[in-house]
């Protein structure tokens, strides 16, 4: 099912939330060498909700804008997003922290993803390589992150850039205390 968005592209909607048709990412060309990687803004928030969409944690723009407020005024937080011919199609957002093992600061990347629209052109690749690129400006050496079990073909990506799996990640989800 193809719509228009408020900006009158054309959209793929057929994997929309409710609340969401109409707001799909515009299908990009194959081409890759049109990639520019730029750090997030405020006003990025409605593509960003829509990515986090895709990697199934149901966002709405609004709770994007908090939750961007809050990471984009801690420097200890980085996000990245990748745009391909005015479009957003993909983000990665980063940590640094000191680490109880280690001696020097760690990096960890908390989400990446790239719009589904645009898999497979290097998009992915180079949002690794501009945080890597930002881990080293801050003197980051080891970098963690972590993904789903099911997600095989991430896995085989990770993989593919010289990430190890070295652990198991545990979740537990607390009551909300009244």
Same mark, same amino acid.
């Given at each position: 099912m193809?719509?228009r968005?408020?900006s009158?592209?054309?959209v793929?909607?057929?994997?929309?939330?409710?609340?969401?048709?109409?707001s799909?990412?515009?299908?990009l060309p194959?081409?890759t060498?049109?990639?520019?990687?730029?750090?997030?803004?405020p006003?990025?928030?409605?593509?960003?909700a829509?990515?986090m969409?895709?990697?199934?944690?149901e966002t709405?723009p609004?709770?994007?804008e908090?939750? $961007?407020k809050?990471?984009?005024?801690?420097?200890?937080?980085k996000?990245?997003?990748a745009?391909?011919?005015?479009?957003?199609?993909?983000?990665i957002g980063?940590l640094?922290?000191?680490?109880?093992?280690?001696?020097?600061?760690?990096?960890?990347?908390?989400?990446?993803?790239?719009?589904?629209?645009?898999?497979?052109r290097?998009?992915?690749?180079?949002?690794?390589?501009?945080?890597e690129?930002?881990?080293?400006?801050?003197?980051?050496?080891?970098i963690?992150l972590?993904?789903?079990l099911?997600r095989?073909?991430?896995?085989?990506?990770?993989?593919?850039?010289?990430?190890?799996?070295n652990?198991w990640?545990?979740?537990?989800q $607390?009551p909300?205390?009244?």
């Open positions: 193809t719509s968005n408020r009158g592209n054309t793929n909607a057929d994997v929309s939330p409710d609340w969401q048709s109409g799909r990412l515009t299908r194959q081409q060498n049109n990639i520019r990687i730029r750090d997030a803004k006003s990025d928030a409605p593509e960003l829509m990515l969409c895709e990697l199934g944690y709405r609004v709770e994007m908090a939750r $961007l809050l990471i984009l005024s801690n420097p200890s937080y996000t990245f997003v745009v391909m011919d005015g479009c957003i199609c993909g983000m980063t640094t922290y000191p680490s109880y093992e280690h001696n020097d600061p760690s990096g960890r990347i908390l989400a990446l993803v790239t719009s589904s629209t645009a898999r497979r290097g998009i992915g690749r180079a949002l690794i390589a501009t945080a690129k930002d881990f080293g400006q801050r003197g980051i050496r080891r963690a972590d993904t789903r099911t095989e073909v991430a896995h085989k990506f990770y993989e593919s850039l010289g990430y190890e799996q652990g990640r545990f979740v537990r $607390l909300v205390s009244n």
